[in-house]
């Protein structure tokens, strides 16, 4: 039997929560967000890293990257998505099998891959990639499409294989976004230490230095450091905050990265 709309399709997990729930409201905060940020006039870059918490921690952050998308509007037709899978044990890697995801701004298509098995139990409740996309829509229109997939578990060099597979199938249009927070909920000066040490592990190409404790993405962020090490792309910062940059307390802290992944001289 053909699957009803409500299999195909995943619904917001985290609207309301993560960020707003209703369009207008929603498209008009993540527009500022980007206009803050940019505009901004560079090569698009192969690949970037951005932070996954609510809007009002992390929203600063990831229009970072999202400003430079938004720069070449219009060439950016694929985005693989790879990030944690917070609610559900994972081993090694997991696509979403999803015809479309929806959220307030509306229908973003998923393509298919078969770089890498499917299930649906790492992403129904999942918001490290769902946070993406209405940036993504806002940032890059409504013809996109995307192909979401959660890393658990896995050796670094398999995950690094598994992303150079997914971008070769997605083809010369498409961008890697590695989606991750950094330390969770030290004091601000902790925090800072170790999400410094880490940054210049992601600048260094260095993935085995980065813990699972100092990275919730850890094991999508050691394999897109891996593959950008393989095909001669280096990482550099565009941006490095905390929640307490914003709303959070500083005795309780969660850290937020992004950077741009691209060849020397770009």
């Not at 993540?30 to 870059?45: C, F, K």
């Not at 590695?178 to 004091?187: G, I, N, P, Q, V």
């Amino acid at each position: 039997m053909p699957s009803t709309k409500s299999e195909t399709v995943r619904p917001p997990a985290v609207a309301g929560r993560f960020y707003p729930a209703d369009p207008g409201l929603l498209r008009r905060d993540v527009q500022r967000l980007i206009d803050a940020a940019g505009p901004v006039s560079e090569p698009l870059a192969a690949a970037y890293i951005v932070p996954h918490a609510g809007y009002r921690y992390s929203g600063h952050v990831a229009a970072q990257v999202y400003a430079r998308l938004a720069a070449h509007r219009g060439r950016v037709k694929r985005v693989v998505l790879v990030g944690p899978s917070h609610h559900y044990p994972l081993r090694g890697t997991a696509a979403a099998p999803y015809t479309a995801w929806q959220t307030p701004l509306g229908e973003v298509r998923a393509a298919a891959t078969n770089a890498v098995g499917s299930s649906r139990l790492p992403h129904e409740a999942e918001h490290s990639l769902e946070v993406q996309l209405p940036f993504l829509q806002v940032a890059l229109g409504d013809d996109i499409e995307v192909t979401p997939v959660a890393c658990g578990m896995s050796q670094t060099p398999d995950t690094a294989r598994i992303i150079a597979a997914l971008l070769e199938e997605a083809g010369e249009d498409a961008v890697l976004i590695c989606s991750t927070d950094l330390s969770h909920y030290h004091d601000l000066a902790t925090a800072q230490r170790i999400d410094a040490a880490t940054a210049e592990a992601i600048k260094s190409l260095r993935p085995r230095e980065i813990a699972p404790q100092h990275a919730c993405g850890v094991f999508a962020l050691r394999g897109t450091l891996a593959w950008a090490d393989a095909t001669g792309r280096r990482p550099r910062q565009l941006a490095l905050a905390t929640s307490a940059d914003a709303a959070g307390s500083p005795d309780r802290v969660v850290g937020y990265p992004a950077f741009a992944i691209e060849r020397p001289g770009l």
